[in-house]
């Protein structure tokens, strides 16, 4: 048999794709490709994670050094599962990725995926700074399927 050597990357989630959030279907889903749960992380760098938009996405700002040692959890994924993260984020356009340093619940350090922001306006950067995120019904993630308007209009990230 044919064996095809798949390339496994990893990634760190914190928001709408963990466990329990709105998004976390996408990470499961088989058509999507192959994932697995390695453990809960934090990062060793801290970040600004923010709650923002009218819909109330969760964001890592690209302001290193600021925010806190953000929670979240680490997943193996193949390059199928990696491409569609990248469509659900909307990559490169909306969120960028890079690899950031995390720390696992057994202390030990391991490179991984990680969405985030690099252009916001100050308005963003002024909203709580979370550890972790959880979707809640006094902030609502409001899913695309709800969005009336584009997700890249120009206002989207000021409020
Ligand atoms: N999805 C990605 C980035 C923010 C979001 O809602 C995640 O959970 O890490």
């Not at 095809?4 to 928001?15: H, I, K």
């Not at 953000?70 to 491409?83: H, L, P, R």
């Not at 890079?98 to 308005?123: A, G, H």
């Not at 972790?132 to 709800?146: D, H, L, V």
Request: charged residues 30%; contains cysteine.
């Amino acid at each position: 048999m044919k064996s095809v050597a798949q390339t496994m990357s990893r990634v760190f989630v914190y928001g709408t794709l963990k466990k329990g959030e709105p998004n976390h279907y996408w990470l499961t889903k088989p058509e999507n490709g192959v994932s697995k749960f390695i453990s809960e992380g934090t990062t060793v760098t801290k970040f600004p994670l923010v709650i923002g938009t009218r819909f109330n996405i969760p964001f890592i700002l690209d302001k290193k050094g600021s925010g806190n040692e953000v929670e979240g959890e680490v997943y193996e994924v193949d390059e199928k599962m990696m491409s569609n993260l990248d469509i659900l984020e909307d990559y490169p356009e909306y969120y960028d990725r890079e690899k950031q340093d995390i720390k696992l619940s057994n202390n030990e350090v391991t490179s991984c995926w990680l969405y985030l922001i690099r252009k916001f306006p100050d308005e963003l950067l002024a909203k709580p700074h979370l550890v972790t995120y959880k979707n809640t019904p006094a902030q609502k993630y409001c899913e695309r399927s709800c969005r009336t308007t584009d997700l890249k209009a120009k206002d989207d990230m000021s409020y």
